[in-house]
């Protein structure tokens, strides 16, 4: 049996450094993945939650630089947003690496 968690690279407690830190302790206890989801719309009744989203990809290439052993996956993701150079992968690439920069 394998054992996988989720990143918390959404809503309102996302940041750098949680993302980091949950990544890090997973890999410290052996879990053998880490997973990210990706959404292009946030329902309204979500508000609640806050509406920080880190980019799934890029949130994965963060991971990856601080990570060794685990595997890296995504939940889901939202194929046609990621067409090369489109307008919105790049706002929200760019706005990924700015919150992760802190």
């Known amino acids: 049996m394998q054992f996988g968690v989720c990143l918390p690279h959404r809503w309102k407690y996302a ?3 949680l993302i980091a830190d ?14 990210v989801t990706d ?5 309204v009744h979500h508000v609640e939650r806050g509406h920080i989203f880190y980019e799934a990809l890029m949130t994965l290439a ?3 630089s601080i990570t060794r052993t685990v595997a890296m996956g995504t939940t889901v993701l939202a194929t046609p947003t990621h067409a090369t150079g489109s ?16």
Do not use: K, M, N, Y
């Open 15 to 17: 940041s750098a450094r």
């Open 22 to 35: 949950v990544a890090q302790e997973a890999e410290s206890l052996r879990f053998d993945s880490v997973w």
């Open 39 to 43: 959404h292009v719309i946030v329902p």
């Open 62 to 64: 963060f991971v990856s």
């Open 87 to 102: 307008s919105w992968e790049r706002r929200s690439r760019r706005s990924t690496r700015c919150r992760a920069a802190g």
